[in-house]
């Protein structure tokens, strides 16, 4: 019962995350396919607001690394991991069905098909917008990155938070 709280639980905070972080579609330009990113790029509108690929990569580390350390405490200290192995498959568990929810629901129901992502200047190019394939590899991609994140969590469970 308590996977299914925090999935809920996590999928409502990762939402308000996203909804957030969508007020200013241009702060979150690299999670568009990559014609839309180009297109905006050589816009000049944006030419000044447009983040750096290493503030991305930035952003993305220092998202990860808080990550790990919240995701520790919770396996740790809601769900009473004191292994390795178990911490290691309730995170990646957890993990999965937030990304899930991200690819369908955040990703593919919304973002594909809310005209408030869609750049000025861009508006020709909605087959571009409904891309699901994008997205569904997209949720792969967080599966692989779930992999290390998981296992960096469960390192943390099992040594440090004893």
């Not at 979150?28 to 509108?45: A, C, F, G, T, W």
């Not at 919240?70 to 069905?97: D, E, P």
């Amino acid at each position: 019962m308590i996977i299914v709280i925090e999935s809920v639980v996590l999928c409502a905070v990762f939402t308000l995350m996203v909804y957030f972080m969508s007020r200013e579609p241009i702060k979150s330009l690299y999670n568009y396919p990559p014609k839309i990113q180009e297109r905006v790029k050589s816009l000049d509108e944006y030419k000044d607001k447009i983040p750096t690929q290493k503030n991305k990569l930035a952003a993305k580390l220092g998202a990860c690394i808080l990550f790990v350390v919240v995701l520790s405490l919770i396996l740790r200290y809601v769900n009473g991991c004191t292994t390795f192995l178990r911490a290691f498959g309730t995170g990646f568990l957890l993990w999965t069905i937030v990304n899930l929810w991200d690819a369908i629901a955040l990703d593919i129901l919304w973002f594909c098909h809310d005209p408030h992502f869609v750049f000025k200047g861009t508006e020709d190019m909605i087959a571009d917008y409904h891309d699901y394939w994008f997205h569904i590899k997209g949720f792969f991609i967080g599966e692989a990155l779930a992999l290390a994140v998981c296992a960096l969590a469960g390192l943390i469970v099992q040594f440090v938070l004893r």
